[in-house]
């Protein structure tokens, strides 16, 4: 019960190099106490009142700056897109329930600022996070060239056996691509990450992206359990179904590959 207590608490911190000015004309900043939270929230088991199984997962949003990370959330949190979102200053996060085998998931998807001069401590950004996605933007090369430096950063800051999902977002400025599908799918493969493309604008595939990840993640938990004494009579896994987004929904998905485009 600390532990869903702890979920609900958020509080602000203002880097000290903003101005008031700045900081008026930028996204709010919610921040949390992280230190010793996130380090036993990500990946926990425990029991609600009923003695229902309920997971915790921490999972971090990253990528260049304007990529659409804080929209990726903010449609798959709350449903809501903004045409005029400002730079994300420090850390935000939203947390998101999932049943999976009759379980209570509960994924803590947090969201940074690309920018370098506005993100918070790395370390305390990563520490814990059992998911990643990482970010670029279909229309604007460099984000996708910056793929591998995400890629470097999450290796030095968290655990090799992190779900990570490429996401291409912004899938609905087709007109003006500048990264194909091809090579998204390439990448995904030659580093071992799912792929999907997405577009927070239109909704496609947003669901899917984040909840691959969580599914993901739950596998792998559930077979650490069932490999484990302790929870081989007590857990039955059966196979659950990614929750598709309403429209837009690809077949390709169960292969862990889903695109705006063919
Ligand atoms: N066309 C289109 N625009 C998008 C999409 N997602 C985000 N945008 C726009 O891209 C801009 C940047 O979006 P953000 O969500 O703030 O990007 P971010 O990656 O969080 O940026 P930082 O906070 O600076 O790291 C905004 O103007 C959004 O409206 C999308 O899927 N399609």
Same mark, same amino acid.
Request: hydrophobic residues 40%.
């Given at each position: 019960m600390?532990?869903?207590?702890a979920?609900?608490?958020?509080?602000?911190l203002?880097p000290?190099c903003?101005?008031?000015?700045?900081?008026?004309?930028?996204?709010?900043?919610?921040?949390?106490?992280?230190?010793?939270?996130?380090e036993?929230?990500?990946?926990?088991?425990?029991?609600?009142?009923?003695g229902?199984?309920?997971?915790?997962?921490?999972?971090?949003?990253?990528?260049?700056?304007?990529?659409g990370?804080?929209?990726?959330? #903010?449609? !798959?949190? %709350?449903?809501?897109?903004? *045409?005029?979102?400002?730079?994300t $200053?420090?850390?935000?996060?939203?947390?998101? /329930?999932m049943?999976?085998d009759?379980?209570?998931?509960?994924?803590?998807i947090?969201?940074t600022?690309?920018?370098?001069?506005?993100?918070?401590?790395? #370390?305390? !950004?990563? %520490?814990?996070?059992?998911? *990643?996605?990482?970010?670029?933007d $279909?229309?604007?090369?460099?984000?996708?060239? /910056?793929?591998?430096?995400w890629?470097?950063?999450?290796k030095i800051?968290?655990?090799?056996?992190?779900?990570r999902?490429?996401?291409?977002?912004?899938?609905?400025?087709?007109?003006?691509?500048?990264?194909s599908?091809?090579?998204?799918?390439?990448l995904?493969?030659?580093?071992?990450?799912f792929?999907?493309?997405?577009?927070?604008?239109d909704?496609?595939?947003?669901?899917?992206?984040?909840?691959?990840v969580?599914?993901?993640?739950?596998?792998?938990v559930?077979?650490?359990?069932?490999?484990s004494?302790?929870?081989?009579d007590?857990?039955?896994?059966?196979?659950?179904s990614?929750?598709k987004?309403?429209?837009?929904?690809?077949?390709?998905?169960?292969?862990?590959f889903?695109?705006?485009?063919?």
């Amino acid at each position: 019960m600390l532990l869903r207590r702890a979920l609900n608490a958020q509080y602000v911190l203002l880097p000290a190099c903003c101005t008031v000015h700045r900081l008026l004309s930028l996204k709010p900043l919610i921040l949390l106490s992280l230190e010793t939270r996130t380090e036993r929230g990500a990946m926990t088991m425990y029991s609600d009142d009923e003695g229902r199984e309920e997971y915790l997962f921490k999972i971090v949003v990253i990528g260049d700056s304007a990529v659409g990370k804080s929209n990726l959330l #903010s449609r !798959y949190a %709350r449903n809501e897109f903004s *045409a005029n979102s400002k730079a994300t $200053i420090g850390v935000e996060f939203q947390t998101q /329930s999932m049943d999976i085998d009759g379980k209570e998931v509960k994924a803590q998807i947090w969201d940074t600022a690309g920018q370098e001069r506005f993100r918070a401590v790395t #370390s305390a !950004y990563y %520490r814990g996070a059992v998911g *990643a996605l990482v970010v670029y933007d $279909i229309s604007r090369r460099m984000t996708f060239e /910056s793929v591998g430096r995400w890629l470097d950063e999450l290796k030095i800051h968290s655990d090799t056996t992190v779900a990570r999902m490429l996401v291409g977002n912004k899938c609905d400025l087709e007109n003006i691509r500048a990264v194909s599908v091809e090579e998204g799918k390439d990448l995904a493969e030659a580093q071992g990450l799912f792929f999907v493309e997405t577009s927070a604008l239109d909704s496609t595939n947003v669901r899917i992206a984040f909840e691959k990840v969580i599914l993901d993640i739950y596998n792998n938990v559930s077979r650490k359990q069932l490999n484990s004494d302790t929870y081989k009579d007590k857990l039955t896994v059966s196979r659950v179904s990614l929750v598709k987004d309403d429209d837009n929904t690809d077949s390709k998905q169960s292969s862990g590959f889903s695109c705006c485009s063919s």
